[in-house]
Each structure stands twice: as structure tokens, then as C-alpha cells.
């Protein structure tokens, strides 16, 4: 058998390294960050405890790691959006990113638990502070260029607003997710930024 070129290995370190990300990205959803162990994540991926630690230094650097991982498609997805403006409107950008946020709850269970267990103990872990603002940072630019792309004056702020407004959605809907009116909730914030013409932009 002739030896693996760099490019196999390259491949196979970037595999298994997804691997456990994505072990330890379902672990800390389900069990929270504190109640899983190294050893819990090694086991779940299928590696040895002592490789794990080739790939990262310490568990508070894979945690740092799986919330980068876990916002990547939506935070690529936005930057793809932003990216076609020129050929998209405002208003359709506007509405792709607000359903795709919506159909994320709907299907991702495991990312807003993570999201919200993260949110409720985060100064307890200040690197990861630093990255959740990272990537609310991230999304938030993401949302002000389309705000200023609909000629709202305030667009920073309106976009901090409808932040905290989808917030507040995520977690009602995981507090009661049979009973929350989802759909409903979706098409009222699209008709006040979108449809509504008696929406004033200020």
C-alpha cells in the first residue's frame, strides 16, 4: 500500500476533527457543557481520549470551537445572501433570512439549546463570551445591511430590535413548542418590516 500524500491526510485530520465537533456539538446540547466529560465526547466520536487532545486543547477550547461550527451554514448562508444583492432586493433578503431563522427552530432543536444553555452561562465561561459575540456580531452586521438596504435610518438599532425580538421568540418556542404560534410570529414580523406600508421607517 503506497503511503497517504499530504492532501489524503489533510483530509482525514479535517474528518475526524468534524467528527468530534459534531460528537461534542449533540453532547453539550443534550447534557449541557458542564455535565460533559472529555472522556463522554471521545467515546461518543469514536477516538481515544489522548487523540482528542491532538486536536483540541481543552474542553473549553472545543466548546469555543462547536459554537463557530454550529452558526457556520447560517452565518455563510447570510454572507451568500449579501453577496447577491445586486440581484435580490432588500425585502426578498429580508424575508429569506427571517424564514430561514424560523424553519432553524423548527430544525435545529439541538443548536437553539445549545444557544440558550450558552446564554444562561456564559460569565461563567468568558472565552466563550468573546465568541458568542463573535457571532452575534456577524449576524447582526449581516442584518444592518439589509435594514439600510430598506432606508431605515436606524438600521443599527433596528437590527439590534428585531435580534432581541427573535430571541425572545426562540425561547418561548422552546418553552412550549406545541402551543407557540410560530407561523403566526413569522408573517407579523414580516408584514411590519416588509409589507406593512403603514410602517414607518424611521
Not at 3 to 14: A, M, V
Not at 188 to 202: F, G, L, S, V
Amino acid at each position: 500500500m503506497s503511503p497517504r500524500t499530504k492532501i489524503q491526510l489533510e483530509s482525514i485530520k479535517e474528518a475526524r476533527k468534524e467528527q468530534i465537533l459534531e460528537a461534542a456539538f449533540q453532547l453539550f446540547s443534550i447534557k449541557g457543557y458542564h455535565h460533559t466529560s472529555i472522556n463522554d465526547i471521545a467515546v461518543k466520536a469514536k477516538l481515544s481520549k489522548g487523540l482528542l487532545y491532538n486536536y483540541f486543547k481543552s474542553k473549553e477550547d472545543l466548546l469555543n470551537k462547536v459554537v463557530l461550527f454550529a452558526f457556520k451554514d447560517t452565518t455563510e448562508m447570510g454572507a451568500s445572501l449579501l453577496e447577491s444583492i445586486e440581484n435580490l432586493s432588500p425585502e426578498k433578503i429580508f424575508k429569506i433570512l427571517i424564514k430561514s431563522y424560523f424553519s432553524m427552530l423548527q430544525e435545529q432543536e439541538e443548536l437553539m439549546k445549545l444557544t440558550l444553555s450558552l446564554a444562561v452561562q456564559i460569565s461563567a465561561i468568558p472565552s466563550v463570551h468573546d465568541t458568542m459575540m463573535q457571532v452575534y456580531h456577524i449576524l447582526l452586521g449581516q442584518i444592518e445591511v439589509v435594514f439600510k438596504g430598506l432606508n431605515y435610518k436606524e438600521y443599527q438599532k433596528e437590527a439590534i430590535l428585531l435580534g432581541a425580538i427573535m430571541d425572545g421568540i426562540g425561547i418561548q418556542y422552546m418553552l412550549d413548542p406545541e402551543n407557540f404560534p410560530l407561523e403566526e410570529m413569522k408573517e407579523m414580523i414580516i408584514n411590519k418590516y416588509i409589507d406593512n406600508e403603514n410602517y414607518t421607517k424611521k
